[in-house]
């Protein structure tokens, strides 16, 4: 079974640019979260999808940062504009449901130059 | 809100030591407690998760944690460690929805030969 997929794993962009992170869950995973993970931190939630509602963004900088999941399946975080205390690894789960457990792709390095 | 706090942000052992890296979580009783490593530029992966019933927890690679209420604690353990052992490890507490996961700021693991 394929795990998490997320492209591109490395991406270098200069201020004030734009950038998008994609993510594929584990097939039949409903649940879609997108993490944030600054260097010698753990990873902070950013939204939780369920299915194609988002139901938790609280924690999402909305007046840079858009995501979608428009099918329910797989998903697209986006930043516009970058800023440089954006650098930092992006990271997708996805789940079967509530308290079941998350799988992890192996995120998105981001560093804004 | 839930917290929760890893003491220590390295942690050296030989191989063939004892590894215990210490977690403590905020004082409710939560109904998840994980926990996580995180290898190089890999995603995380699940060790092992407590819900409820029996207080000590074994996961994979040999590593079991101990629930205990009185102390508000869940710390990891491996009798022996390898050399593989090395990463990131994060210990996790889930909300009573099961759908938001805290994670502590993790204890990276050395292992010297």
């Known amino acids: 079974e394929a795990g998490v997929v997320q492209s591109p794993r490395y991406k270098i962009i200069e201020k004030k640019q734009p950038v998008a992170f994609w993510c594929n869950p584990i097939?039949?995973?409903?649940?879609l979260y997108w993490y944030l993970q600054n260097l010698g931190q753990g990873p902070e939630l950013l939204i939780r999808?369920?299915?194609?509602?988002?139901?938790?963004d609280s924690q999402l900088p909305k007046d840079r940062f858009s995501a979608e999941r428009l099918k329910g399946v797989d998903s697209t975080l986006k930043i516009q504009p970058a800023e440089l205390g954006d650098s930092a690894v992006y990271l997708c789960?996805?789940?079967?449901?509530?308290?079941?457990?998350?799988?992890f792709g192996p995120g998105t390095r981001l560093l804004v130059l | 809100a839930q917290s929760v706090t890893q003491l220590g942000s390295h942690v050296s052992v030989s191989e063939g030591a004892l590894v215990l890296l210490r977690c403590n979580y905020s004082?409710?009783?939560?109904?998840?407690l994980f926990w996580y490593v995180q290898y190089p530029n890999q995603g995380l992966q699940l060790l092992l998760k407590?819900?409820?019933?029996?207080?000590l927890v074994k996961g994979i690679n040999g590593f079991e944690a101990e629930f205990k209420k009185s102390e508000t604690s869940f710390h990891l353990t491996k009798p022996s460690a390898h050399m593989s052992d090395a990463a990131e490890y994060f210990c996790?507490?889930?909300?009573?929805?099961?759908?938001?996961?805290?994670f502590g700021a993790g204890t990276r693991l050395f292992v010297k030969a």
């Open positions: 097939s039949g995973h409903n649940t």
């Open positions: 996790a507490v889930g909300d009573t929805g099961g759908f938001k996961t805290i």
């Open positions: 999808y369920e299915n194609e509602e988002a139901v938790d």
């Open positions: 407590y819900t409820t019933g029996a207080t």
């Open positions: 789960a996805s789940s079967s449901g509530a308290g079941e457990t998350q799988y």
């Open positions: 004082s409710s009783v939560p109904p998840y």
